[in-house]
């Protein structure tokens, strides 16, 4: 069984940060990806990055330049820094991680931009 637990979502203002957490346990030996994606309301679920591999690193077109992944050497925490936040980066973040070819998601965290 494996769970993934996100933390660090809030409410910002237009132009500032946060960092988001995301927590893996069980039974775990490697994940083959980890990243982020996101669900805004009316809209569909889309990736805003991962790290798949050791290092192959993609990123959403609308984050490149303002979001940074990295995730822990034991590859079981994957943190999210998000800076100049938009409006429009407003959405649940969900924590996702492939291992096996299986899928696992966290339960999600809101972050709210405010303009």
């Known amino acids: 069984q494996v769970r993934l637990v996100e933390s660090g979502g809030g409410l910002v203002q237009s132009g500032g940060s946060l960092r988001l957490s995301c927590k893996a346990s069980?039974?775990?030996?490697?994940?083959?990806?980890m990243g982020w994606y996101r669900q805004a309301p009316g809209q569909e679920r889309e990736l805003v990055a991962m790290?798949?591999?050791?290092?192959?690193?993609v990123y959403g077109e609308s984050v490149k330049g303002r979001f940074t992944i990295s995730r822990d050497k034991a590859h079981t925490t994957v943190d999210l820094q998000m800076n100049n936040l938009r409006p429009e980066d407003t959405a649940v973040y969900y924590c996702?991680?492939?291992?096996?070819?299986?899928?696992?998601w966290g339960q999600g965290t809101q972050v709210t931009v405010s303009s």
């Open positions: 996702k991680a492939t291992l096996s070819a299986s899928p696992f």
């Open positions: 069980g039974k775990i030996r490697s994940f083959t990806a």
């Open positions: 790290i798949a591999g050791g290092s192959n690193v």
